[in-house]
Every structure is written in C-alpha cells, then in structure tokens.
C-alpha cells in the first residue's frame, strides 16, 4: 500500500512516517520545506531503515501535484501540509486559507478524478473552543475558533465531510490536542522557527538558556493551582494514531466513510504541571514568571478519547515525565548539530 504524506518531513509528519515505513506501507512525501528541514529526511531514514520518496515543492503547485500521481498508484493520503501558527494567521489569515485550503482541495481533486478513498485530516483540538463541558468527546458542540488557523481545521472537515458524502468516500477526521515530545531516538522533533509561541517548545529553550524565562500567560484561571489546563499527547503515541486510522478506513466495507476521533491523554495538566514534570524529569531548572494571561487563550481543554480506543484500539501510552525527557533529548541534539 502507497500512502502519500503531505508534510511529512514536518513535526507531527515525520514521526508518522516512521510508523508507516515499520508497519509495511510505502510512503511518498511531498513537503516545501517551509517548515522543516532536509536533514529530517535522512534522520527518517536513520531511524526506520528505509527512505521514502520526497517531492520538495508546495501543494498549491497542482501541475506538479498531478505529476505524482501519475507516477505512483497511491492508496491513501495523509494530510499534514498546512501552516499552524495561530497568531501569524491572525495577521496573514489569507496566507492561511490559500495554503491550508487551497493544497487540501488539490489534493482531493486528484482523489476524486482518479477515483482513490482513504483520507486522513489533521485537525484539532481547537475546533472545540473553550467547551461547556470537560473533558471533550467528539459529539461536544464545536465552536467557530478564535483564529483564522483554527478557522482553516474547522472548514478543511467542512469540505471533507461534503467530498466523503458527494464522492462516496472514505475519511477520517483527526482532532488532536496538544502534541509534545520526540522521537526516543532523538533524530525526530519539532523544529520551532523563531521565538516559539507553544509551551512545550518556551520550556525546553529556557531550560537551555536560549531563552531567560518563561512566562506564564496566567495564574488567576479557574483550575487548582490557577494556570491553564491542557492535554499534551506524546507525538508518537500520536504517530502510531494515524496508523490504526489508516488500517481501520482500508478495512471498511461500505463506500462512504466519516470518521471522527479525539486524539489526546484524557488527562489535563498545567502550566505548571508542565514545568514541573519537564524539571523533574530532566533535573533542570526552568525559571519562569507569571504574567497577564494571553488573548484568546481558554481556561481548560482535555479529550475524552475513549472513542479512538473502541474503534481504533488505540490509546495514550506515554506519560508527560518521558514525553518531556524525548523532548530534552532532542534539544540536545539540535545543539550538537550546531
Ligand atoms: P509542521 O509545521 O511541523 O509540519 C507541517 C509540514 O507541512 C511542514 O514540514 C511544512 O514544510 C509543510 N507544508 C506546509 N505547507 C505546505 C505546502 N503548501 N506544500 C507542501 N508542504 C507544506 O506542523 P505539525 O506540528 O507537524 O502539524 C501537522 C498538522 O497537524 C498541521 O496540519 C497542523 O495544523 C496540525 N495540528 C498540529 C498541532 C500542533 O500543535 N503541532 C495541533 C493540532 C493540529
Ligand atoms: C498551552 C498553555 C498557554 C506558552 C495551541 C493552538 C491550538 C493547537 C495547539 C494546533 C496555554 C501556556 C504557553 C508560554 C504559557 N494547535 N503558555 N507560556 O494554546 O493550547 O494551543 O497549540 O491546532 O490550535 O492554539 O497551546 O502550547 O500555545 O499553550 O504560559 O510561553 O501554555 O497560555 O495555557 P494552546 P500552547
């Protein structure tokens, strides 16, 4: 089976990638680069034994897009290309809808045209918006997101859940909370461009010195010691989701699929739960200071993912000590390479 992974030499991508190649899929990437990096490509290889086909250019190229599919006879795709920086996206909310809009469309064009099922969407969390009730299963109302980011994920299952109806196809709509961690072989992670926005990413880079503090974007939220609550999901726990996903939509008999799965820990922690596990687990201190809490941020936010453990027999292994060590691991690298 070919599955072709957009943006699979980026965070969340690459990791998954590693999950096809050692569960016997070929995978074809196509990424810009835009957010990654060559070298993860290599590493990928380092790690799973085999390399991958890449296609270094942007989804929005549809004759070069087109050309792909010509070539290889793909059985399924998995989205990840998108840009994912909410603030940006509130100063250049046309850069996020041309992009995370317009290369999921190519791509579903050339599914339809050339008459091939099995497609799995990045989504998130943040389709939800601060939820009436805790923790969020997948019938909890959405909520129109705050940001034209979170706007992009709530239109992309808009147009997946019309192209599965109209083209009877198969589709499984993935909301993820808050990813964290690398690779255990520290040859995978994030690669946070500039001056991170995420916790995860703040933490390790202050706990590095690249930056003096961190700042708590609140400690007067309605929680037990009154920082935010989040649900952080070990990246390849949330790798390996993808997966099942993928195995579950092939499996199915019927023409027209519309799966939908909250993928998280059911477990919420805090900011400083965070800090103090990301201490803890790597014996390092990470100074911090509190501060005004962040616009549009929400109170608490934690899945019930029980519905991908039914389904898909898939549930959060990691705990958030090893997530935040795998995520020292890999800082280390990054500066060994340097
Ligand atoms: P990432 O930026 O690390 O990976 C995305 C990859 O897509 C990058 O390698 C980038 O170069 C590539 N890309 C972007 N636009 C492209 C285009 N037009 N053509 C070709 N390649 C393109 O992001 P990630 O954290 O791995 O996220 C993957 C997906 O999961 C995204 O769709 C994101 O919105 C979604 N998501 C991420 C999070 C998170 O916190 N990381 C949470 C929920 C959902
Ligand atoms: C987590 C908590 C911050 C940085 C974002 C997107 C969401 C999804 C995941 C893709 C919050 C606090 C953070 C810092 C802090 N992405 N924090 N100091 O806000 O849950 O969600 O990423 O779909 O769409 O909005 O994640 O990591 O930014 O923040 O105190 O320097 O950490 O206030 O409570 P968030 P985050």
Redesign the pocket.
């Known amino acids: 089976m070919t599955i072709l992974v957009?943006?699979g030499?980026?965070?969340?991508?690459s990791h998954t990638v590693v999950e096809l190649l050692q569960n016997g899929f070929q995978v074809i990437i196509?990424?810009?680069?835009?957010?990654?990096e060559k070298f993860i490509l290599d590493n990928i290889e380092k790690v799973a034994g085999k390399r991958p086909v890449f296609f270094p250019?942007?989804?929005?190229r549809k004759e070069l897009l087109a050309q792909v599919f010509d070539a290889y006879e793909i059985d399924g795709c998995i989205?990840?290309?998108?840009?994912?920086a909410v603030g940006e996206s509130q100063e250049k909310p046309l850069d996020y809808y041309e992009?995370?809009l317009f290369?999921l469309i190519n791509i579903l064009q050339e599914f339809k045209n050339r008459n091939i099922s099995n497609f799995i969407f990045?989504?998130?969390?943040?389709v939800y918006g601060q939820a009436d009730q805790q923790p969020i299963d997948e019938d909890t109302p959405l909520k129109t997101p705050e940001s034209s980011?979170g706007k992009t994920?709530q239109m992309g299952e808009e147009i997946l859940k019309d192209f599965a109806t109209a083209y009877k196809k198969k589709v499984s709509l993935l909301r993820?909370f808050?990813?964290i961690g690398s690779h255990p072989s520290a040859l995978l992670g994030?690669?946070p461009i500039g001056i991170p926005n995420?916790l995860v990413p703040y933490v390790t880079q202050t706990a590095s010195g690249i930056r003096e503090q961190l700042s708590i974007w609140g400690n007067d939220y309605d929680t037990p010691d009154g920082t935010a609550v989040r649900d952080y999901i070990y990246v390849v726990d949330l790798a390996k989701a993808h997966v099942k996903a993928l195995q579950k939509l092939m499996a199915e008999t019927s023409e027209t699929v519309i799966d939908i799965y909250n993928l998280g820990t059911g477990k919420g922690s805090s900011v400083l739960e965070v800090v103090e596990s990301f201490e803890r687990a790597n014996d390092v201190k990470v100074p911090y200071k509190i501060c005004d809490r962040r616009d549009g941020d929400i109170t608490v936010a934690y899945a019930n993912a029980d519905k991908a453990e039914r389904e898909l027999g898939w549930k959060a292994e990691t705990s958030l000590d090893e997530a935040l060590r795998t995520t020292w691991e890999w800082q280390k690298y990054l500066e060994s390479r340097k």
Do not use: H, Q
Request: proline content about 2%.
């Open positions: 957009t943006g030499l980026g965070y969340i991508g196509v990424d810009d680069m835009s957010n990654s250019f942007d989804l929005r989205n990840f290309a998108a840009f994912k992009n995370n290369s990045s989504s998130s969390c943040t980011y994920k993820y808050n990813p994030e690669l995420n």
